[in-house]
T-cell receptor, first 113, second 117 residues
Framework: GDSVTQMEGPVTLSEEAFLTINCTYT??????LFWYVQYPGEGLQLLLK?????DKGSNKGFEATYRKETTSFHLEKGSVQVSDSAVYFC????????????FGTGTRLTIIP | DAGVTQSPTHLIKTRGQQVTLRCSPK?????VSWYQQALGQGPQFIFQ???????QRGNFPDRFSGHQFPNYSSELNVNALLLGDSALYLC????????????????FGSGTQLSVL
């Protein structure tokens, strides 16, 4: 079945550091891939997505590239801010009439000033 | 424009009881999905409702049931509560005709925190 393996946290970085959160997946066919962010006390928010191989999703300085050959969708940001502190979830959705999102376990990111 | 709203925000029940959680989708959305998020885990898909019918179901027992009303709002019911049902229950909504479109976006509510004692 579908699964997402996500870099375990927590991750603590200094402001302006480079961020990478690793995500690999197992799925049949060619799934759509997502990164969601959950700020304290809030619901999940879509951060970015990619729907086919070699697509790059980007938003708010974050980027992730759909790598079919390595079944990966790593999240990167060149210079993190304190406001980026949150829990980040990698997720996929199979494209065979499947409605559900399959999530990774989440990575808690803390940015210190 | 209100987003996805869920009620109540917190709930405490005892084992064996039944619970009903409520969700109002974002204005204009017609599809509602429910997820269970245990502490320290990612959300897990329970089921999705569209046109007042269950469209797809995840790997959850029949104790979990749902309903969608003509105004697209939805309820999640859990019977015979177990300690392991303690979790954050998330509702998400979207517009069915945007499914798979490049601008498709799923909106999540803030969730209902259920504690089973």
């Amino acid at each position: 079945g579908d699964s997402v393996t996500q870099m375990e946290g927590p991750v603590t970085l200094s402001e302006e550091a480079f961020l990478t959160i690793n995500c690999t997946y197992t799925a049949t066919g060619y799934p759509s891939l997502f990164w969601y962010v959950q700020y304290p006390g809030e619901g999940l928010q879509l951060l970015l997505k990619a729907t086919k191989a070699d697509d790059k999703g980007s938003n708010k300085g974050f980027e992730a590239t759909y790598r079919k050959e390595t079944t990966s969708f790593h999240l990167e940001k060149g210079s993190v801010q304190v406001s980026d502190s949150a829990v980040y979830f990698c997720a996929l959705r199979s494209n065979f009439g499947n409605e559900k999102l399959t999530f990774g376990t989440g990575t808690r990111l803390t940015i210190i000033p | 424009d209100a987003g996805v709203t869920q009620s109540p925000t917190h709930l405490i029940k005892t084992r064996g009881q039944q619970v009903t959680l409520r969700c109002s989708p974002k204005s204009g959305h017609d599809t509602v999905s429910w997820y269970q998020q245990a502490l320290g885990q990612g959300p897990q898909f329970i089921f999705q409702y569209y046109e007042e019918e269950e469209r797809q179901r995840g790997n959850f027992p029949d104790r979990f049931s749902g309903h969608q009303f003509p105004n697209y709002s939805s309820e999640l019911n859990v019977n015979a509560l177990l300690l392991g049902d303690s979790a954050l229950y998330l509702c998400a909504s979207n517009l069915a005709r945007e499914r798979s479109a490049t601008n498709e976006k799923l909106f999540f509510g803030s969730g209902t925190q259920l504690s089973v004692l």
